[in-house]
């Protein structure tokens, strides 16, 4: 199992247990880019162009953002 797969696992399994390094990382492998930071917010886009703003909370990703690239990635994907 590669570690994209492993943060993709832990992802799906708790998207509130995944640090917020650890979500950067999963988007970077999933060929997601780094956009711009503003304040406190990153602006990362999909390889499809969907926009997604996360935040670092206490060293950790917020759940909802987590879900929200899940679910795009399945869609850019297909699900597995």
């Not at 759940?63 to 795009?72: A, K, P, R």
């Amino acid at each position: 199992m590669t570690k994209r797969e492993k943060f993709l696992a832990k992802a799906r399994n708790n998207p509130r247990g995944l640090s917020f390094d650890e979500f950067r990382t999963l988007l970077s492998q999933a060929g997601w880019e780094f956009e711009h930071q503003t304040g406190s917010h990153e602006v990362w886009y999909s390889p499809l162009g969907y926009r997604l703003s996360i935040q670092n909370r206490a060293g950790m990703a917020k759940g909802y953002q987590v879900q929200q690239f899940l679910n795009q990635h399945e869609v850019e994907n297909g699900k597995g």
